[in-house]
Structures are given as C-alpha cells and as structure tokens.
C-alpha cells in the first residue's frame, strides 16, 4: 500500500509520519494483496473559538470499484489517528466480507449452470 500524507497548519514531522504509516499499514491485511491501494491522508489543525486547537484526520483508500473514505476529529492528534486506523479497519472488514460473499454467490451459480450444461 502507498501512502501520501497531507498536513494543513501542521509541521509534519517524522515521528508523526512514522506513527501514520504504521497505523495505516497495520489495515493493509484487511485488503488482497493483488493490487497496490493507494491511501492519501490529510491531516489538520484548526483552531476553535471555544474549544482551542482541533484536530481533523481523513483518509481516502482507492480500491477496485470503490473509494473507501473516513474521517475522525478530536483533540489530540495521536489519538485521532488510531481512531482513523479502527474506523478504517471496520470499514476494510465489512468490504472484505462482502466481496468474499459475491465471489460464493458467484461460485453458486456457476456449479448450476455446469450443472444443467452436463445434463
């Protein structure tokens, strides 16, 4: 998987580059491995009149028909991107179960028409 990170009002150091690429690649078992995602992420600081600095992270994941995008706001930066890491891997579960579920619907209607084709 390829990661391009993109910061807004944040000096992207390596530590915080280090700690996103580990975070993201951790989700890449959750993909097939045949292809290579391309994710970009964005991260921001905004500051809020009340609230003081907040912190805004979204990744893109391409995949094959599909654009995977989710996205997290918060405090602490650290925190925010783990958040982002389990909101993807839950994303990236579901979309595996359901491509795993069309390629045996697939299966099933194949072995029938086989079926009738020998008969």
Known sequence: M????KSTNIELN???????????LSCEKFLNTK?????RVEIEKGIHHRKGDVFRAEINLRLPRNL???ETKGKD???IITDLKYKLQTV?????E??????????RKSRGRNKSLRE
Do not use: T
């Not at 390829?2 to 990170?5: E, G, P, S």
């Not at 292809?35 to 994710?39: Q, V, Y």
């Open 92 to 96: 990236l579960k579901k979309y595996k």
């Open 35 to 39: 292809f290579d995602a391309l994710a």
């Open 14 to 24: 390596e530590a915080i580059r280090n700690y996103i690429e580990e975070k993201i």
């Open 2 to 5: 390829k990661i391009q990170i």
């Open 77 to 79: 930066l650290y925190l």
């Open 68 to 70: 995977v995008r989710v």
């Open 98 to 107: 359901k491509k795993a579920a069309e390629f045996k619907e697939g299966m």
